[in-house]
């Protein structure tokens, strides 16, 4: 026959494996007490009728214990899943706890409240992004640190064994002594010809920049425009050298003609062909002018345009007439 009384006495003035003191309080680590503290109505041991709230994996349920199952332990605790609305587990507690005593119901139902605000707040850090600590082996950091120096040394010590082997194979000492790979030999030998026609380029691209920079602030004489158009007009003069122009072929004829008609015809004749003789005169000292002005026949060009110019010129009879 299990007795509250008898067990609650042994507890509180003997040993109890859940049982925490400090300065102020006692406190109970057992995981089905409702409140935490070591007393006598929150004692899940002494106390055949009891009732807490826990929470698994979110999930919040109410466990009850009565005295009809303690000769059972598999079965002592009944567990009710409670829903998640708040107000609809705090209506399931009290129709599951309706006969029980206020304390009991008051407890749950404030344990109930702190459990929902924690899972709250777990869901609300679920989305920030927060930092991730990272354990760090100091042994294995610096036995790394180790490899990698060592490594770095071997490999300078590799490759300038290889220069030095390359340099005496090319300078002959080592004709006919050894052999060497055909391929790795030509790999080296490009990587050279290679890094060489790099520093040619870069000493080409330096000369050029400081023959730039030489060349800055000197000065240069250089033709004017005029003498340009000087040969232009000069070209366009020649077109017009070798020109006949029909008035003057024509001036003796027209002579002829004019002396036989009379007295006043002739004399219009006359004065016609003299103006004619005298405009032929002044063409004829400008194309003298001209030629002593030309430059020598070989720079001139073979072949020259004809051009035909005609004049009309009114009969002696109607200009006398008008005359008169």
């Not at 509250?4 to 507890?11: A, F, K, R, S, T």
């Not at 006969?99 to 459990?115: D, M, N, S």
């Not at 294995?140 to 180790?146: D, I, L, M, T």
């Amino acid at each position: 026959m299990q007795t509250d009384e008898v067990i609650w006495n042994v507890i509180n003035q003997g040993f109890c494996s859940f049982k925490t003191k400090t300065l102020t309080k006692t406190f109970c680590r057992h995981e089905y007490n409702v409140t935490g503290l070591c007393n006598r109505q929150s004692c899940p041991l002494a106390n055949s009728r009891y009732a807490t709230i826990r929470e698994h994996e979110g999930i919040i349920y109410l466990y009850m214990k009565t005295i009809e199952r303690a000769h059972t332990p598999k079965n002592m605790w009944e567990r009710v899943k409670l829903s998640k609305n708040y107000a609809r587990a705090l209506e399931q507690i009290d129709e599951h706890l309706i006969y029980w005593p206020k304390f009991a119901t008051h407890k749950c139902k404030q344990r109930l409240t702190k459990i929902t605000q924690y899972l709250i707040r777990m869901r609300k850090l679920k989305l920030k992004v927060q930092r991730k600590l990272v354990t760090v082996n100091k042994k294995v950091e610096k036995r790394e640190a180790k490899r990698e120096y060592k490594a770095l040394v071997a490999a300078k010590l590799d490759r300038a064994i290889e220069k030095e082997l390359l340099e005496r194979l090319r300078q002959g000492t080592y004709d006919g002594v050894y052999n060497f790979p055909q391929q790795e030999f030509t790999k080296a030998l490009d990587q050279e010809e290679v890094s060489d026609a790099e520093e040619d380029k870069e000493e080409d691209e330096e000369t050029e920049s400081e023959e730039e920079d030489e060349d800055e602030g000197q000065v240069e004489f250089v033709e004017d425009y005029g003498d340009e158009f000087g040969e232009d007009d000069s070209d366009f003069e020649d077109l017009f050298e070798g020109a006949v122009f029909d008035g003057e072929e024509d001036d003796g004829g027209d002579d002829d003609e004019d002396d036989g008609d009379g007295e006043e015809e002739g004399d219009a004749g006359a004065a016609a062909a003299a103006a004619v003789s005298s405009s032929a005169g002044r063409k004829s000292k400008k194309r003298a002018s001209k030629k002593q002005q030309k430059p020598p026949a070989s720079k001139r060009s073979s072949k020259r345009g004809r051009i035909e110019v005609e004049y009309e010129e009114e009969p002696a009879q109607t200009r006398s007439k008008e005359s008169w």
